[in-house]
């Protein structure tokens, strides 16, 4: 790949033409991503053209740049937000100090870790969303659906910089198993749990996005404040997209929601089955979904007492969301009172506040999705239903940290196992519900049409209206778009 | 384990309650352990509440004492009651965890005497596993189902084989220098150059980073045997110990061999001492007696007559109380800086045990398991950092075997009265069957300077009386009747005014000269190095990096190097 050629393939702000470490490494990764694309990557529809945004400049106007274009040509480029020369770490023993621009030797393996676990989960998202193309509900979300796995793509491909540029051989060798791993698989799982559970059906999507990938938006928050710059300014940037794949989540869930409340207006029932029985999903159902979704993806930020985030704080790695709004940037004192499981109940302990990172980021988490659930019961107030959408406990089915050895109710109240089991149906997807939601999941593929159990958007994407052509077929995959039943490998 | 009230007099260890070292399945709270066929399984479950002391979690697998009392328990009944077992498969019943190591917080709350004592049996213990395979025919998989850090990995390394679960996460490490500022101390570094040969430069690199290395590169530095994907983990495992474990044991060790019960000693543990059936410990200040009896009767008929009656049977029994005593001595005693050794007891009892076991040991298995179990006391012995004299008096019994004892000691006085005439003699136990750590034998040891007075030690017929065995050097002075009693009090008085660190580093310089093993390597190198590691500021102070593991605040070095 020659300079002009991979600067036009590769849209950047890193100088990438200037750079041989960084091409020499590129030339090497770039045709195994496309490799992977075309193996991980969304099933079907990779010849046909899908109305895409991508990044071409870190500008208010590059970064939203939209064109009808194959995935496989997708221009995944490299963009950090822009250098601020004066930053200093804002946190931890260093604070003050000029930001490092370089990799500190002795937080090298640290850093490759945070940065190695981060990128995981950007390519297995992709491979966990690989077959919903073919069950799409309507084109505009399909549409979202492939903007969403591009970008995750370019997420990957902003850690895989960051891997090349500044970690060597091991950042190389790192870069390729991003690659090597897939999800869900026995031998060669995803680093985090909730990484390796299929996204089967398109509620799972919605529930995924809205609060999986806002996981990441708090990880990437907190890797915003890192005193490594480059990491920092990378992830600044990533959140500008990220912001639009929660979109797609809660405005995703919050149509199925409208939808579910203009049935039970329409039918004048709140009964499930008959909810069911007119092609909606009920909202025990979408509740439920969203328990498991939540519940999942609460783990995500770690063990509540952790020395791990203890050392990430205090060597600069990691900051606060937000840290700025704090005034002790260097956090030694503080105290954090935290309920532990003790003698079958639960009591309040103090913990060091730097051993406390990981819950005062899910505490910012908790909060951000109590704003989710404020605006989808919004959705039901203005339909007139009485019916409230809420987020279980935090402790509710845990599986890592302080909780993940009890079993605890939906309001976080210690129970028995045998109270669980009694119980666990109501609150978690059960067999039944799964293949319910499974049957809903029909293609429908041609623009202007939409499924029966979600609502249209207010409006489509670009200024463009929802009953628009997201998506041009190539002629080899029209049978499957204009309604063939679709096989499903894996299924 | 914990029975009596604390009796710990020690000024720098708060009273806890005394260590004790007996144990049994029923009581195990950490392993679970299943034997089928020839294959034995041994799960690491630690439970987190169930730690020797308050004051810490045992989480993610990892140990402190009462984990590894019960390990040594389980190798030592292995060895005993499962004679029909070939191999030995360690494994994890902790999801995605192997062994954490050594609890970071029960070393950061541990005085600097328990940690070196810790680890002194911690130590023990994995060469004691290790010594299975040789001395039983017993191969030992580590199966690493899971993350495998510090101590676990060092246990893993104690292992004939290591398999690793080829997860793309699973990983094996070294974390302890960079993670903690001390040593991997159980054997850790030491195995992976002298045993796994790891290359030097390597085996640095590995040692450095804190998250270890994972999958084929594991394999490639021959940090494990062998890689294997999730998905065919149990069955290649399960497949390698079958293969591990066709063919018969050695001296009868067959599937169909029946076992030997361990029954418990029943010492009596007081602050006066310990009181056992043929041996007792005994103190006066800071000067302690450790006195053998010889058996009452002669050896069983012959081999299968031992099996009878095992838990009566002299040797055995003398070994596991003396093993017993030396830890009881190290853990629950630390002021008892001087040990005098005496035996009571006729002799020539003894030297008919010797001849018992010289002829059966290279047949049957029980007779060679307790000569192995003699070795092993011997080795705690010539490893106890007390200072040793033997007394050589009237009517003890320092033959063979037991002469072994004054062999291990510092310094031995034997009397040189007319009236009460005193012998000792060698007998096949002195002659190779008990090496120590060097792998020599503790005549070649101290005839090192002097082959000939070796050579003419080994070939002198009978018995010593005391001034012959001055001039063959086998003790250190034979005093007589009217010097004896000063002579041996200045001896004991002045030792007991020594610096005792001081006499500890002396003693351990002294006691192993010879060759290098693994085995000394571990407990005079690396063991040496770790105990200064662990006084040091960088580590153990205020701002130190195991201070301060796993709270918020972070390590702060001198950066002066010796």
Not at chain 1, 359 to 380: K, Q, S
Request: hydrophobic share 40%.
């Amino acid at each position: 790949m020659g300079n002009v050629d991979l600067n036009a393939r590769i849209p950047n702000n890193v100088a990438l033409n200037e750079d041989r470490r960084l091409q020499r490494a590129l030339e090497a990764w770039q045709p195994k991503y496309i490799d992977w694309w075309l193996e991980m990557g969304p099933e079907g529809f990779q010849a046909d053209e899908v109305y895409l945004r991508t990044a071409v400049d870190v500008g208010r106007d590059g970064w939203a740049h939209f064109d009808h274009v194959k995935m496989p040509d997708y221009r995944w480029g490299i963009f950090l937000s822009p250098q601020d020369k004066e930053r200093v770490v804002p946190c931890g023993d260093h604070f003050g100090d000029k930001a490092w621009q370089q990799v500190p030797g002795e937080y090298r393996n640290m850093l490759r870790r945070i940065i190695v676990t981060q990128g995981d989960t950007e390519p297995a998202s992709v491979e966990q969303q690989r077959l919903l193309g073919r069950t799409a509900p309507s084109q505009y979300d399909m549409r979202n659906l492939f903007q969403v796995n591009v970008e995750e793509g370019r997420h990957l491909w902003a850690m895989v910089y960051l891997l090349h540029t500044f970690f060597g051989r091991d950042g190389r060798e790192e870069a390729e198993d991003l690659l090597r791993r897939r999800s869900g698989d026995v031998d060669s799982p995803r680093i985090l749990g909730t990484f390796n559970e299929p996204v089967e059906d398109w509620l799972s999507f919605f529930m995924f996005t809205t609060f999986t990938d806002r996981d990441g938006k708090f990880q990437l928050l907190a890797l915003a404040e890192s005193g490594f710059d480059p990491l920092s300014r990378t992830t600044r940037f990533m959140l500008t997209e990220e912001a639009h794949h929660m979109f797609v989540g809660e405005t995703g869930v919050g149509r199925i929601i409208e939808r579910a409340a203009d049935l039970m207006n329409e039918l004048g029932t709140d009964e499930p089955d008959k909810i069911r029985a007119a092609g909606g999903i009920d909202l025990p159902t979408i509740q439920r979904w969203l328990n498991r979704w939540y519940s999942s993806s609460v783990n995500l930020f770690g063990g509540e007492q952790s020395s791990n985030a203890a050392t990430y704080f205090a060597s600069g790695l990691k900051g606060r969301y937000k840290e700025d709004k704090y005034e002790d940037h260097v956090a030694l004192e503080g105290i954090y009172s935290m309920p532990m499981p003790k003698n079958g109940g639960i009591s309040d302990e103090e913990v060091p506040l730097r051993n406390a990172m990981n819950e005062l980021l899910r505490d910012g988490y908790i909060g951000d999705c109590e704003f989710v659930i404020g605006r989808w019961n919004r959705t039901l107030e203005k339909a007139g239903r009485p019916e409230r959408m809420f987020l279980p406990h935090r402790r509710f089915n845990r599986e890592v940290g302080i909780y993940a050895a009890g079993d605890y109710d939906i309001e976080g109240n210690p129970i028995s196992d045998a109270e669980w089991a009694a119980k666990v149906d109501g609150w978690l997807p059960g067999e039944a519900d799964m293949d319910y939601v499974k049957s809903l999941m029909k293609p429908c593929l041609e623009h202007g049409k939409i499924a029966s159990w979600i609502a249209p958007p207010k409006k489509g994407i670009n200024g463009n209206p929802f009953e628009w052509e997201y998506v041009r077929y190539d002629g080899s995959s029209a049978g499957v778009a204009l309604g063939a039943t679709p096989s499903l490998t894996g299924d | 384990m914990r029975v009596n009230p604390p009796t710990i007099t020690s000024s720098e260890a708060p009273a806890l309650a005394p260590v004790r070292f007996e144990t049994s399945p029923a009581a195990y709270k950490h392993w679970t352990f299943e034997v089928e066929g020839g294959i034995a399984r041994l799960g690491m479950r630690v439970s987190e509440n169930d730690g020797l002391r308050e004051g810490y979690e045992l989480k993610l697998n990892s140990y402190d004492l009462s984990v590894d009392i019960e390990l040594a328990d389980v190798v030592q009944r292995l060895r005993y009651e499962h004679p029909g077992v070939r191999v030995l498969v360690i494994e994890s019943m902790v999801p995605r965890i192997f062994c954490a190591g050594a609890n970071i917080n029960m070393l950061g709350g541990s005085t600097h005497a328990f940690k070196v004592n810790f680890c002194k049996f911690t130590n023990e213990t994995r060469l004691y596993l290790e010594a299975m395979s040789a001395e039983c025919g017993i191969r030992t998989v580590a199966s690493l189902n899971g993350t495998c850090a510090g101590g676990g990995y060092e246990l893993a390394m104690a292992c004939d084989e290591i398999i690793l679960q080829d997860d793309g996460n699973t990983a094996v490490s070294l974390p302890e220098v960079p993670l903690l500022a001390v040593l991997p101390g159980t054997g850790g570094l030491t195995r992976l150059v002298d045993k796994r040969k790891v290359r030097r430069d390597l085996a640095d690199v590995f040692s450095t980073v804190a998250e270890g290395i994972k999958g084929r590169r594991a394999e490639e530095w021959n940090l494990v045997d062998k890689v294997v994907p999730s998905s065919r983990f149990r069955e290649y495992v399960t497949d390698r110990a079958a293969e591990l474990g066709e063919g018969e044991g050695p001296r009868g060790r067959t599937p169909t061999a029946d076992g030997v019960s361990i029954e418990p000693l029943a010492g009596e543990y007081t602050d006066e001492g310990v009181t056992h059936r043929h041996v007792a410990l005994t103190f006066e200040g800071r000067v302690g007696t450790i006195t053998v009896q010889a058996p009452k009767q002669g050896p069983p008929a012959d081999a299968a007559a031992a099996r009878a009656n095992p838990n009566d049977l002299w040797f055995w029994r003398m070994a596991r109380e003396l093993d017993d005593v030396l830890l009881d001595l190290r853990f629950n005693r630390p002021e008892v800086g001087t040990l005098l050794v005496k035996t009571e007891g006729d002799a020539s009892q003894v030297l008919a045990w010797d001849a018992f076991i010289a002829e059966h040991e290279g047949s049957d298995w029980f007779v060679h398991e307790m000569l192995c179990a003699y070795k092993r006391c011997c080795k705690r012995l010539d490893l106890t950092a007390r200072s040793l004299f033997a007394l050589i008096e009237p009517g003890s019994c320092f033959s063979g075997s037991l002469f072994e004892l004054t062999l291990a000691c510092d310094r031995s006085y034997m009397l040189d009265d007319p009236d009460h005439p005193i012998q000792i003699e060698l007998s096949a136990m002195n002659r190779g069957p008990l090496p120590m750590s060097n792998g020599l034998t503790r005549l070649q040891t101290r005839f090192l300077g002097s082959p000939e007075t070796l050579e003419a030690a080994l070939a002198h017929e009978g018995p010593w009386d005391s001034r012959a065995a001055e001039e063959a050097g086998v003790v250190t002075i034979s005093p007589d009747d009217i010097d004896w009693d000063d002579e041996v009090r200045i001896a004991i008085e002045e030792r007991a005014s020594l610096s005792p660190d001081a006499l500890t580093g002396m003693e351990a310089n002294l006691r192993f000269a010879g060759p290098e093993t693994l085995e000394t390597k571990i407990f005079g190198r690396l063991s040496a190095w770790q105990n200064w590691i662990f006084q040091r500021p960088n580590a153990v102070g205020e701002q130190g990096a195991l201070t301060l593991y796993g709270r918020p605040e972070r390590p702060v070095f001198n950066w002066s190097r010796t």
